[in-house]
């Protein structure tokens, strides 16, 4: 009987396993599909920001609230709600006929990640009773979240080397129909706390915030910019994120109180968790569109030069783990910051010298450091909340990671954007939309039909502009490394886990 017990534990771990392998993936798989996707549907700049990001803003606006829910109703029925969402949502967004589609399928699989992702650490809580055994399987649920998301460009490649871009979406089917299958038979039963209460006002002033704080970073981004607009994303943003700081404290069980981050070892943890996954997905997206647009690359191929970091990742999150009470929260978290900030020196210096071996070897040396980091932070987040606030501490911890995507994409995204309209001069009797981005440099002398001697000249301009602003977004990426190894350095300053932690 005991080990029949045992056996349904670590098949639960593989469920739900697959539950935050889907909810990463998703974060990335579009990244070498994008432009695929963006050719066929014929998605302007703005619409491509909200295919990618319209995910991690609805899931950073929701989680926070999706875990107090779980409390509410069931850690188990909120999984198995969660799962249903994101299958039907899988489906429509791989036949999506228009942008807008896609960006409404995108935003329903969000809701569907939202639901289930906070219920994937409570279950793996109820299940592993053991100290050992639950550092182990939160140790597996972290690889898995950084392993699945340097996967995605890869799994995205390699599926439109054979498939339309609607299949990185169907992959999920099957898997999810597997998860649904084994869960009502591995899963502890539904533990329901009527008296917890979901605050639905702030998830929705959460999400007005990010929302609008997306839109301001697209706009001012944008060449001419749309000051009406930026103003009104502003305010959104600004309005959005005061009135959700002056609700919490009003709540009985607010999603947020500031208690949480007075341990200098949970805040090193969040920064750690939310720069690493920046580093991560950012640099997965301008690389995936460097290597497309201007190197030819296929998806496959693209997809194959970005997994260097997955590569990298694995080798060091399985060690860190398991040398954590040995190497020390501060090494391994500072310290990994600060190899992932070299990394993406070199992987600068690949634009510079336009080598993609180096690019990638950058990569590499970047996932080493991201490894420790990853593996790491979750630990330090959940073993130093206050033990009233585990619940509100696991939602911020999923949160970093997905404040991390979020931003990196706005940003960086952004930035190449910018510095792509303001260096690039567009070529007397070229269209005007080739100096919106590189992209649209792509598609203008496809559908222009232009001289061969005006079109390689209009791609040589375009291929300097986005290059120029690649380099930028690398030297972004390592000064926010450089500046998170510094402060988890001296917030991890003779910090040492107790030895159950570790074990």
Known sequence: MSEARSSARWLLLAVVGIGVFLITLDNT?????????????????????????????????????????????????MFTVGLCIFGIASVIAAFS????????ARVLLAIGAATMMPSTLSLIRLTFTKSRELS???GVWALLSVVASALGPLVGGLLLEWFWWGSVFLINIPMVIF????????????VRNPDKHWDVISSLMAM???VGAVMTIKELAHSPQNWPLIAVAMVCAVVGGFLFVRRQPRLEQPL????????PAFVAGAIGASFAMFGTVGLQYIVSQKTQLIDGFSPLQAGLVVSAIAVGSALTSVIAGARLHILGARRLVAGGLGIAAIGSLVVGLGGVVHSNIVLAFGLFIMGTGLGAVMSVASILMISNAPPHRAGMAASVEEVSYEFGSLSAVALLGSLITFIFSASYVVPEGAPARAGEGMQDARLAVAESHLPHELAEE?????????????????????????????ITSRNLRGYVLSEEETH
């Open 97 to 104: 006929p228009a942008p807008e589609f896609l960006i409404g």
């Open 256 to 263: 947020l109180t500031l208690e949480v981050f007075k341990e």
């Open 458 to 486: 209009v791609l040589a301009r375009a291929h300097e502009s986005f290059n120029a602003g690649f380099i930028a977004c690398t030297v972004l990426v390592t000064a926010v490394f450089a500046v998170g190894a510094l």
């Open 208 to 210: 007005v915030c990010l």
């Open 29 to 77: 798989v579009l990244y070498t599909a994008l432009p695929t996707l963006v050719g066929e549907l014929n998605a302007t700049s703005t619409q491509q920001l909200w295919v990618v990001n319209a995910y991690p803003v609805v899931i950073a606006g929701l989680l926070l609230g999706t875990g107090t829910l779980g409390d509410k109703i069931g850690h188990r029925l």
């Open 179 to 190: 998860a649904l299958i084994t869960l009502p038979f591995v899963a502890p039963r539904s």
């Open 136 to 138: 182990f399987a939160i």
